[in-house]
């Protein structure tokens, strides 16, 4: 039986698959060098990591292998995963009532078939109180999301407005990546946990 692969450690990433979607989820992360390449463009990475994740895991030949990478881009800069919790007040601070944008690269490999694309969202926070950075850093949070939070936990409170998919600002839009995997001859639904049961 065919399985549909995550090939990331990303827990949010496996919640939309498996208790948004209903979806059997195997997660096997890729070990893949994220570093940016001189010159790269925001969207060109995404796309080139996402398409390294799915080829980089060992899997049978016909699991459906699915993967992304996530950017947050503010005034022309790529925000990483804040290391400290002084770079993410930093990073919250920058984005406090203003517009950002985030990318998330996704690539899905059925075989020898496979394709990827990049989902854009526009986000706007409202303007933030100290007292809010600081009570949002202190939970930990930000420190292993780009950009400094994750929509679907507390920080989604800070949000005034989405032009896009909310699942694209998580880090892996579900329109978009359904159309991928029609594209290699597959089905999400075919992966539903009460379809394999």
Known sequence: MSRLVLASASPRRRDLLHD??????VVVPADVDESPRHGESPSAMVQRLARRKVSAVE???DDLVVAADTVVISDG???GKPATDERATMMLRGLSGREHSVLTG???KLGPQGASGVERTKVRFRRLS??????YVATGDPLDKAGGYGIQGIAGAFVEHIEGTETGVIGLPLGRLAVLVASVGANLMDYRRDAIS
């Open 130 to 135: 100290p007292s809010e950075i600081e009570g």
């Open 106 to 108: 996704v690539a899905v």
């Open 59 to 61: 899997v049978e030949p």
């Open 77 to 79: 800069e790529v925000l």
């Open 20 to 25: 948004r979607l209903g979806l059997e989820v």
